[in-house]
């Protein structure tokens, strides 16, 4: 079983031991996925872009908790919905790929800025 | 080298192909995953919990789709400020068993509803 | 001077007084509105639909605030590009109107989910 | 009437004419404002905040008409819920005011982090 999996199984177990599963709707879980993106978000909404790559420990630290609750959510949604998130990032990795062809984007802000 | 750490290295390519690090700022990788979480939201903002849990699909592609650039933009984020997300999840599951004891908290919605 | 221009100018003195304003472009003010209106949203992610529409008196004072935080930003980010949210409200409602002609999209859901 | 009671009414109205007011219930129009702020940040999400400041008159036409949308949706929201968004955000620009005593946070913008 790999990471994710087993990931995804020990949140299932969560939820089951405290008869959670009930407010698990796909809808309900993207809302949570949504509070917690905002939580990350929060981090730097007063940052200058050079700061935001350069957090203090204390910062860092929050953070990399706040983006497990993105990644937590967005595991149990996939869980829910029977998506498997590796193949579907490789997916549209490839879509990405046809449509924003490197010799024609490069550098390109304002394409960028479509994307 | 493991699934994740495969697409980071695919998308951290993607992106010095075409030039578009310089807009890969932590800061704008927040929001950037905030607009995609919005993009998946969207689709169950008018659905009932029971519809949003039985898609057809056809929806069920276009959500795979949005999860995906979800789960890009985290891994890009994790990326840029070194974070191991599965190590991430696991501590802030081990976290979250200590603040929700299972027999302390089970069916009980009102702690949910903080939670 | 209207309700909503005062509150404005009321807001940009606030920012003033605290030497706030440097913080305040549309970008950082962009993503200061998107966490409120997570906190909103966050009290509503676990009720149902039912239970949103009739919260208890101290639920609804705290949701009373996140709406004021989410109309704060919304003013200030108005003020700081200049538009008048009155007047564009309006003229969205006029191309709504053309967009969604009552007759044709009447309880059709499928349309509404494209809104 | 006021300019904004006077808007609330008309999007009761709209909605009312097309049926749609079954699914506007507190927690869906909460989803709907997210997706709007969202496609507000959307455009600022790869601009410096210079740029975001100095937008040319195309994008902040744009910029206008999603404003417009999150307007739309905090007052159809506030409709639902009774809220005076006017009287609530001078309570809680009260409560700011006591918060962050000017003389004490000025220009510490660790302060306003935590704001």
Do not use: C
Not at 13 to 35: C, G, I, T, Y
Request: proline share 2%; net charge negative; aromatic share 8%.
């Amino acid at each position: 079983m790999d990471a994710l999996a087993q990931l995804q199984r020990q949140l299932g177990e969560f939820a089951a031991a405290r008869d959670w599963d009930q407010f698990h709707s796909p809808k309900n879980l993207s809302m949570a996925l949504s509070v917690e993106v905002a939580e990350l978000l929060e981090h730097f909404q007063w940052l200058t872009e050079e700061q935001s790559a350069h957090l203090d420990a204390e910062r860092l630290a929050k953070v990399r908790l706040e983006a497990a609750d993105v990644f937590i959510y967005l595991l149990r949604l996939a869980d829910k919905l029977g998506i498997d998130l590796v193949r579907a990032a490789h997916d549209k990795i490839a879509l990405n790929e046809q449509k924003y062809p490197a010799d024609r984007v490069r550098g390109d802000s304002r394409k960028y800025s479509d994307y």
